[in-house]
């Protein structure tokens, strides 16, 4: 199970959809040991296939080192570590996937002359190194002189790497989706109430501008290959000219409104893939 502190503001949606997707592999006659984040780590786990939602660093790089034994990981520990800020976008970018204008710095540098070249004005700070764990990781500034100052704090902190994505304006969109099925669930969050730091509140109601929705699901299951991460969920904006960009990658979310339905789904992609293995 995930570790509480990489679950802000969702432990119990969390736990829930981990626990679901155990039943569900239950019924289907799978004997399920469930273990804590910090069991694994302390060693206790001697499974060879190991299904998580892991996200402290120590947990990452165990899992790398397990794969690389022979264990079956899902998601795999690399994939989860390609969620980390700066990988997924050097990867997403990389790969040509839709993504926002972005520049990666250190938080010690001066950034303003080159935001204003790049002619970024609005913007996301988010730290580099780790997922977001708190509300902070994540800043919306609106001009380079407030990015300076959000980086300065990130300095202060420890946070030694940033990544700038330009602010795209448009409808905010999270989405879910697990490979090898035909599982594929979108949403408008701020319509819903849905929001784990607030930030949805900066793109505001949807406008349900049109875009094409199987042209999204591609887009996203796309970038699960690539990050390498079977269980998925992420954001994305849609512009007032229907243009598609991630802007959030996730290994394993919470599924929290689409839990129920999903967890059939989840429970076949791990079956299937320990099928391919054998």
């Given at each position: 199970m995930?570790?509480?502190?990489?679950?802000?503001?969702?432990?119990?949606?969390d736990?829930?959809?981990?626990?679901?997707?155990?039943?569900?592999?239950?019924?289907?006659?799978?004997?399920?040991?469930?273990?804590?984040?910090?069991?694994?780590?302390?060693?206790?786990?001697?499974?060879?296939?190991?299904?998580?939602?892991?996200r402290?660093?120590?947990?990452?790089?165990k899992?790398?080192?397990?794969?690389?034994?022979?264990?079956?990981?899902?998601?795999?520990?690399?994939?989860?570590?390609?969620?980390t800020?700066?990988?997924?976008?050097?990867?997403l970018?990389?790969?040509?996937i839709?993504?926002?204008?972005?520049?990666?710095?250190?938080?010690?540098?001066?950034?303003?002359?080159?935001?204003?070249k790049?002619?970024?004005?609005?913007?996301?700070?988010?730290?580099g190194d780790?997922?977001?764990?708190h509300?902070?990781?994540?800043?919306y500034?609106?001009?380079?002189?407030?990015a300076?100052?959000?980086?300065?704090?990130?300095?202060?902190?420890?946070?030694?790497?940033?990544v700038?994505?330009?602010?795209?304006?448009?409808?905010?969109?999270?989405?879910?989706?697990?490979?090898?099925?035909?599982?594929?669930?979108?949403?408008?969050?701020?319509?819903?109430?849905?929001?784990?730091?607030?930030?949805?509140?900066?793109?505001?109601?949807?406008?349900?501008?049109?875009?094409?929705?199987?042209?999204m699901?591609?887009?996203?299951?796309?970038?699960?290959?690539?990050?390498?991460?079977?269980?998925?969920?992420?954001?994305?904006?849609?512009?007032p000219?229907?243009?598609?960009?991630?802007i959030?990658?996730?290994?394993?979310?919470?599924?929290?409104?689409?839990?129920?339905?999903?967890?059939?789904?989840?429970a076949?992609?791990?079956l299937?893939?320990?099928?391919?293995?054998?």
């Amino acid at each position: 199970m995930r570790a509480g502190a990489y679950s802000p503001n969702h432990i119990g949606n969390d736990a829930a959809i981990f626990n679901a997707v155990a039943d569900q592999l239950r019924k289907r006659g799978c004997i399920v040991t469930i273990y804590s984040e910090d069991q694994f780590n302390n060693g206790d786990v001697k499974e060879d296939i190991i299904v998580n939602m892991c996200r402290e660093m120590e947990s990452i790089h165990k899992l790398q080192k397990l794969e690389d034994d022979g264990a079956l990981v899902i998601n795999s520990g690399y994939g989860i570590e390609n969620c980390t800020r700066e990988r997924m976008t050097r990867i997403l970018i990389g790969s040509n996937i839709p993504y926002p204008d972005s520049i990666i710095v250190n938080t010690d540098e001066s950034v303003k002359d080159a935001l204003k070249k790049a002619g970024f004005t609005q913007c996301w700070i988010k730290r580099g190194d780790f997922h977001a764990m708190h509300k902070e990781d994540v800043s919306y500034v609106r001009h380079p002189e407030e990015a300076q100052e959000v980086l300065q704090e990130y300095f202060l902190r420890g946070i030694k790497r940033a990544v700038i994505n330009r602010h795209l304006v448009g409808d905010l969109i999270k989405f879910y989706g697990v490979q090898g099925t035909p599982f594929f669930f979108w949403f408008y969050p701020f319509d819903e109430g849905h929001s784990k730091y607030g930030h949805e509140a900066i793109n505001g109601k949807s406008r349900g501008l049109e875009f094409d929705k199987e042209h999204m699901r591609d887009i996203c299951h796309k970038a699960s290959e690539v990050l390498d991460v079977k269980i998925y969920g992420g954001d994305c904006i849609v512009s007032p000219e229907g243009d598609i960009r991630i802007i959030d990658f996730n290994d394993w979310p919470s599924f929290a409104p689409c839990r129920q339905e999903a967890a059939p789904h989840i429970a076949k992609c791990i079956l299937s893939t320990i099928k391919e293995r054998k």
